[in-house]
């Protein structure tokens, strides 16, 4: 089991664009993961206020959501998104890093089921939230 | 039966095009991922440009699912924000400069997005186009469909939920 969080946090690692946002693994066990991005003001989607895109967002739900698919007990191999629906509670806090944490709550033979939370510094409400359906793949 | 001459083309074309680009570079994340607009009359196609760094599988490899999601919901806000901003820039009431220097008009809210996969994202530009399905005074929501190769294999679509920007005098 070791492993396999070991080799997801390889992966997740590794992916270019995850290391383009910045995005640090902080935590990940079976089936959950945390990763945080830091603020950039690259991603900032309106320049009044410098609130950071909706995008950039969805980029880390996805990524965390993925890493928590891979550090499965029951996943033997790497994943892909086949569905994700992402909820946006409140601007996120300029300046702030955004952490978010995932759960891979469901996974059958072909398909895991994740849901996620993405918070700044302000932890009592949720920045966003997510759910999405991913593919179980037999390999990397 | 008195008629107004039409405006030159080049007066036409210079004012939708300053608007768009003003509007489209005034966003740092759109400048970041590199998506370009393409403006036929209102018309808007986005074009996400390939860079490595929108990698999500290096073995594939394949674009990232967050960089399509990003992708969708760009075209999805800047198209819902034209289509707004449309009968002012046709008045001839919106200024350009002011966009580009920072005076931007409020923009819509995203409330929720989805995205639905439906081929992993090759190495290469990918295209997309949103339509307004529905504008009313506080919420929009707006389909928006991405290709690469052909127009009719869809890579990924998707729907989101907006909240427009309310009138100053209405937050009460």
Redo the contacts between chains.
């Keep these: 089991m070791v492993d396999k969080v070991k080799l997801a946090r390889q992966f997740i690692e590794a992916i270019p664009h995850a290391r383009e946002l910045g995005m640090v693994l902080t935590e990940i066990a079976e089936g959950t993961a945390t990763i945080e991005m830091p603020y950039d003001e690259k991603l900032i989607g309106d320049p009044r206020t410098g609130v950071i895109h909706g995008g950039a967002v969805s980029a880390l739900m996805d990524t965390c959501c993925g890493a928590a698919v891979m550090s499965h007990p029951s996943a033997p191999g790497g994943t892909a998104t086949i569905d994700l629906r992402i909820e946006y509670m409140r601007a996120a806090n300029p300046g702030q890093s955004i952490r978010t944490t995932a759960k891979c709550h469901h996974i059958t033979r072909n398909v895991a089921f994740v849901r996620a939370t993405a918070t700044d510094e302000d932890t009592d409400t949720p920045v966003a939230t997510a759910s999405g359906a991913f593919t179980v793949e037999k390999r990397f | 039966m008195t008629r107004t001459k039409p405006e030159p083309m080049q007066e036409v074309k210079q004012r939708r095009d300053d608007a768009l680009r003003a509007l489209v570079g005034?966003?740092?994340?759109?400048?970041?991922?590199d998506i370009t607009f393409d403006r036929r009359g209102d018309e808007l196609t986005a074009q996400l440009n390939f860079d490595?760094?929108?990698?999500?599988?290096?073995?594939l490899p394949?674009i990232?699912?967050?960089?399509t999601?990003?992708?969708l919901?760009?075209t999805a806000a800047i198209t819902l924000c034209w289509e707004h901003l449309w009968p002012d820039i046709e008045a001839g009431r919106i200024d350009p400069e002011a966009i580009s220097k920072?005076e931007?008009p409020?923009?819509p809210?995203?409330?929720?997005?989805?995205?639905?996969?439906l081929r992993?994202g090759l190495p290469r530009d990918a295209y997309a186009r949103a339509s307004v399905s529905r504008a009313g005074r506080r919420y929009a929501s707006v389909h928006v469909e991405a290709w690469q190769d052909h127009k009719d294999k869809l890579y990924a679509q998707g729907t989101g939920h907006f909240l427009m920007p309310q009138p100053s005098s209405d937050t009460a």
């Design positions: 005034a966003v740092p994340f759109v400048r970041f991922l490595d760094k929108l990698i999500g599988n290096p073995f394949a990232h699912g967050g960089v999601a990003a992708f919901e760009v920072g931007l409020r923009l809210k995203t409330i929720d997005f989805t995205v639905d996969y992993s």
